[in-house]
């Protein structure tokens, strides 16, 4: 199964997350396929191309837990 998840990047203390696509089982920060999007929660910035991503999510991926809640806070997707 597919997923959408962040993966953390960024230095000590300065987290800057991409938002990635991954198989499940996999790491999120070597394992994924494509790189969606970003989102730095610092200055609350978020970019992702909802359209790729809705493409995935048509074929059956699902977005992670800790991604859904952003999207939902940013009003990207709906609850």
């Known amino acids: 199964m597919l997923k959408i998840r962040m993966s ?11 938002i990635v696509l991954t ?6 920060k070597h394992g994924f396929q494509k790189i969606l999007g ?8 978020l970019r992702i191309d909802m359209d790729e991503a809705s493409k ?6 699902q977005y992670s837990e800790s991604l859904k809640k952003v999207l939902v ?6 609850a």
């Open 56 to 61: 995935y999510i048509a074929q059956g991926a």
């Open 8 to 18: 953390r990047a960024g230095r000590k203390h300065v987290p800057f997350f991409r």
């Open 73 to 78: 806070r940013t009003g990207k997707v709906q």
């Open 23 to 28: 198989e499940h089982a996999q790491s999120a």
């Open 38 to 45: 970003f989102y730095n929660p610092i200055s609350k910035e």
